[in-house]
């Protein structure tokens, strides 16, 4: 694995305040890296020192082994992104704006406008004034815009704020399509552990602009917990069946039945517990622990092992 974008010791201090404290991390190429984190916790900070919307602290960031602090043009020209919302001209089509766009970079050919304009799937609309697009028409564009200079990394800031379920899953897709068709590096941030679970390969965790974890998505998923909502009759009795096969495992009545912690291995068994002792099964639901129960999980952890 190659890596592209290295952060090493990043610190941001903002009027004697430490917003970024100390961040470093790796990003390879034909990766998805998930920045995670709630609001306030420093993720469009760090994204926009990586693509060079602010000067850093102390530390460094590298790109493509360029350093964003002594060789800057070199380090941004491998960066595509979207922070904040992307400049358009709205009473232009998205074609012109695409056009304009590409005068900014050398040797963006008409094919390459073409070829952005389908991945990103506008092609149907893209000679329509950008005024009269919807949000994930904009969105798109503003996919296309920075891909048009074929960026090593792509970085988007929050991609899926405001978008239908048709968009994120859209979204979604290109970001896989990207890491895994052009090897690109992609960073995204978000505050939704259930989006990043889908988009990425790995998360760095950040809270209080400190780097708190960086897992691979598979493992972090896998440490989760999950509860299952059981609906079940009765109640009461599956209850103390429950307690007296798996003594040590979190359970207790909810507002449709029971609510357990349980390893997914375990539900076969539990369902044949209870159709044994004549419990009636309407329903089982996974419910995926909340980001919020996630992070307070990783947090105490953490604050475990530091204090030994
Ligand atoms: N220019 C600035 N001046 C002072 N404080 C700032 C500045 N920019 C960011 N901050 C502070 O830094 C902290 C991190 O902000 P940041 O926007 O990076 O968080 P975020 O993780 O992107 O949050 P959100 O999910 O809400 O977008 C916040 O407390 C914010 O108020
Ligand atoms: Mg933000």
New binding site residues.
């Given amino acids: 694995m190659e890596t592209i974008v290295e952060l090493k010791n990043v610190t941001k201090v903002?009027?004697g305040?430490t917003?970024i404290d100390n961040i470093s991390f790796q990003v390879n190429k034909g990766e998805v890296f998930g920045f995670l984190?709630?609001?306030?916790?420093?993720?469009?900070?760090?994204i926009r020192m990586i693509v060079g919307l602010m000067g850093i602290t102390s530390g460094d960031i590298t790109i493509g082994g360029a350093s964003i602090k002594t060789q800057f043009e070199d380090a941004v020209g491998h960066v595509g992104a979207i922070v904040e919302n992307p400049e358009m001209y709205k009473f232009l089509t998205g074609y012109q704006n695409l056009v304009h766009y590409a005068r900014m970079s050398k040797g963006i050919t008409k094919e390459k406008i073409t070829e952005t304009i389908e991945l990103v799937g506008l092609t149907e609309r893209i000679n329509d004034k950008v005024k009269t697009y919807s949000l994930g028409m904009r969105q798109r564009l503003g996919l296309a815009q920075c891909l048009l200079h074929d960026p090593a990394v792509l970085i988007l800031?929050?991609p899926t704020n405001g978008l239908d379920p048709a968009g994120i899953r859209e979204i979604r897709d290109y970001v896989r399509l990207l890491a895994r068709e052009k090897n690109m590096a992609v960073i995204v941030?978000s505050?939704l552990l259930s989006e990043m679970e889908m988009m990425c390969d790995r998360i760095g965790i950040?809270q209080n602009?400190r780097l708190i974890d960086v897992q691979h998505m598979k493992e972090f998923v896998h440490n989760t917990e999950v509860t299952y909502e059981l609906e079940v009759v009765p109640s009461e009795s599956a209850l103390s069946l429950i307690k007296t096969n798996y003594p040590n495992v979190r359970a207790n009545l909810s507002r449709n039945g029971i609510s357990v912690e349980l390893p997914k291995e375990e539900i076969p068994n539990l369902v044949k517990t209870f159709v044994a002792n004549e419990i009636q099964i309407f329903g089982i639901k996974e419910v995926a622990k909340t980001l919020e129960d996630r992070f307070l999980e990783v947090t105490a952890e953490k604050g475990a092992a530091q204090h030994g």
């Fill in positions: 903002i009027k305040r917003i984190g709630p609001n306030g916790a420093g993720k469009t900070t760090t800031d929050e941030s505050h950040i602009g």
